[in-house]
C-alpha cells in the first residue's frame, strides 16, 4: 500500500521558516516525480513546487521563488520543502504529491497519482 506522509507544519510569524517532509512508503519512488501543492481556506489547490525524477529539475510557482526550495532524498524516499521568508498568504493545508515521471505538466495536480493527507501551514503577521 502506497502511502505518502508530510510532517513539519505549525505556526510562524510573518518572516520565518518551516520545513515540510514528505516521506513515501510502499514503493521506490526514485522514478517519480514529487510535488507540493497547497490549498487555503475557500480557495482551490494550487501548485507550490515540483522536482522532476530524472535530473533534479525543479519548478516553483511565482509567488514563493526565491522563498522556497524543494529537494529530494530518494535513498530515504523523501521530498523536503524548505519555506523562507514566509508571510500571511502562504497559510494553507499544503500536500504532497507523486506520480511516475513524465516530464511534463509540473504544475497540474491531475497528474499526479499519489497524496499526502495534508499538514496545515499557518503564518501570522
Known amino acids: 500500500q502506497v502511502q505518502l506522509v508530510e510532517s513539519g507544519g505549525g505556526s510562524v510569524q510573518a518572516g520565518g521558516s518551516l520545513k515540510l517532509s514528505c516521506t513515501a512508503s510502499g514503493r521506490t519512488f526514485s522514478s517519480y516525480d514529487r510535488g507540493w501543492f497547497r490549498q487555503a481556506p475557500g480557495k482551490e489547490r494550487e501548485f507550490v513546487a515540483a522536482?522532476?525524477?530524472?535530473?533534479?529539475?525543479?519548478y516553483y510557482t511565482d509567488s514563493v521563488k526565491g522563498r522556497f526550495t524543494i529537494s529530494r532524498d530518494n535513498a530515504k524516499n523523501t521530498v523536503y520543502l524548505q519555506m523562507n521568508s514566509l508571510k500571511p498568504e502562504d497559510t494553507a493545508v499544503y500536500y504532497c504529491?507523486?506520480?511516475?515521471?513524465?516530464?511534463?505538466?509540473?504544475?497540474?495536480?491531475?497528474?499526479?497519482?499519489?497524496w499526502g493527507q495534508g499538514t496545515q501551514v499557518t503564518v501570522s503577521s
Open positions: 522536482i522532476a525524477w530524472g535530473d533534479g529539475t525543479t
Open positions: 504529491a507523486a506520480r511516475r515521471g513524465r516530464g511534463y505538466l509540473y504544475r497540474s495536480s491531475g497528474t499526479y497519482e499519489y
